[in-house]
């Protein structure tokens, strides 16, 4: 049985091994883009008609026109709905466009090069953005996300002292109309220790992380950086998507993670394709609040 | 000449990433863009998202009375581009589809013609340490309706 189950392993380990990582890359995000649907009535089913066809038709996931005729869709899906897109609707149309190009030009170095810079920026641009925000670096952001935002109710309960009718006694102050009234001079209760701690250790963790990341993909991938570049990204994906709930711009990271990673290390891709499986767990699982009940 | 061209072509990717956000950089300095919105990359860095700001659309009439609009359904995607960038095309296409539902109100049930529309945004901040939201004022602009058309 235990034989059965590691030969079985070993055939899967062999079949990732022989990928390349032009065709994983492409395959991966025509799949992330069938697993979450984007863009409005008319631009969505385009996209999934042309993903179906990129997964099922023997080498379309290396047509130029199939790349090139995402990259106008999902272009157009955030000019329409300028400016409401989230980040990863603009980053995915960047890394369509990598695909389109590297295609045109039958370079698959154009693709890893993109891949690096596009994760490089992004994680260099978030964590510039947080560096310049001066409610970030107080803690205040993290404070309010985790009241205001429904997504985190479950994780801060279970990792502070906070309770449910806490938070839905700081709603009621935080979200008030205080235009022409204005606001009582604190929250009716006191914060707990635990739930500050918290806020400050995930304002530290992410700033962190996220300028770490983009050094170490902006450093020469020989140096001492550069080398942790993968580990780095595999150690965000694990953390932050087990808490963040947006696992198509997980999946996109995870996309462009293998497009640049090493030929030579084949196993850094199956440790992204094992991210790429969990990401699915952490956003269908709702570990949290499972945890919550059974204590 | 072609291998230049390619080579141009190869970084539009990071070059249109980089001009994106820069863009974005811009309009929040000057038109009040969210930080999480416009490609900027400035998500789950700042409270100031479109959740947090609040849109009021009030109407006068030819009798100087002020009536607030409710902007539900038919305006929440402009209400919601105008929260994420209140600049004057957003805030002109708000007012422009008000005042034609408006006009059309006016006209079926015989009221008061209206005479202009003013729009409002706001912004919540939260004060370090207390939490205290205060709603800021971050842009304000009237329109004045010519009937003569």
Redesign the interface.
């Known amino acids: 049985m235990i034989n059965s189950l590691r030969h079985n392993f070993n055939q899967f380990k062999q079949a990732v091994f022989s990928y390349d990582t032009w065709e994983l890359a492409a395959k991966l995000t025509l799949l992330l883009l069938l697993l979450s649907p984007v863009g409005n009535w008319y631009i969505r089913p385009l996209i999934l008609s042309l993903c179906i066809s990129g997964l099922l038709i023997s080498d379309m996931y290396r047509s130029r026109y199939l790349w090139g005729a995402l990259t106008l869709l999902t272009a157009l899906r955030f000019y329409l709905a300028w400016p409401l897109s989230d980040n990863h609707a603009y980053l995915l149309s960047y890394w369509c466009l990598a695909f389109t190009i590297s295609a045109w030009l039958k370079d698959d170095t154009l693709l890893i090069k993109n891949a690096k810079y596009l994760l490089a920026f992004t994680f260099a641009f978030a964590s510039w953005q947080k560096w310049s925000s001066v409610e970030y670096l107080n803690g205040v952001f993290f404070l309010i996300t985790f009241i205001l935002d429904e997504r985190f109710e479950d994780f801060v309960v279970l990792f502070s002292s906070i309770t449910y009718e806490q938070i839905d006694t700081a709603r009621d102050y935080l979200e008030g109309d205080y235009r022409i009234t204005p606001a009582a001079d604190k929250l009716p209760f006191t914060i707990p220790d635990s739930f500050w701690w918290l806020a400050i250790a995930s304002t530290i963790w992410n700033l962190f992380e996220q300028l770490l990341i983009a050094i170490a993909f902006l450093a020469p991938k020989k140096s001492r950086l550069g080398q942790f570049r993968d580990p780095a990204l595999l150690v965000f994906c694990f953390s932050i998507y087990a808490v963040v709930p947006v696992v198509s711009f997980g999946w996109m990271l995870i996309a462009m993670g293998i497009a640049q990673s090493d030929k030579e290390t084949p196993s850094i891709r199956l440790w992204y394709l094992f991210a790429f499986v969990t990401l699915i767990f952490y956003y269908e699982v709702p570990w949290a609040d499972l945890i919550l009940e059974s204590t | 000449m072609k291998s230049s061209l390619?080579h141009l072509?190869?970084?539009?990717?990071?070059i249109?990433?980089?001009m994106?956000?820069s863009n974005h950089f811009i309009?929040t300095k000057t038109q009040n863009?969210?930080?999480?919105?416009?490609?900027?990359?400035?998500?789950?860095?700042?409270?100031d998202d479109?959740?947090a700001r609040?849109v009021k659309a009030t109407s006068i009439d030819v009798k100087g009375i002020e009536t607030v609009i409710p902007l539900k359904k038919r305006y929440k995607h402009l209400k919601?581009?105008v929260r994420?960038?209140p600049n004057s095309n957003h805030l002109n296409a708000l007012a422009q589809s008000i005042i034609t539902h408006l006009q059309k109100e006016t006209d079926k049930k015989a009221l008061p013609q209206i005479s202009s529309l003013r729009i409002d945004v706001?912004k919540t901040?939260?004060?370090?340490g207390?939490?205290?939201?205060?709603?800021i004022h971050i842009a304000q602009e009237s329109f004045t309706i010519d009937h003569k058309q």
Do not use: D, E
């Open positions: 390619n072509i190869s970084w539009l990717p990071c249109i990433f980089l994106v956000a309009l863009l969210s930080p999480w919105l416009g490609g900027g990359f400035g998500m789950f860095a700042s409270t479109g959740s609040f919601h581009k994420a960038l706001w901040q939260y004060a370090a207390s939490l205290r939201p205060k709603q």
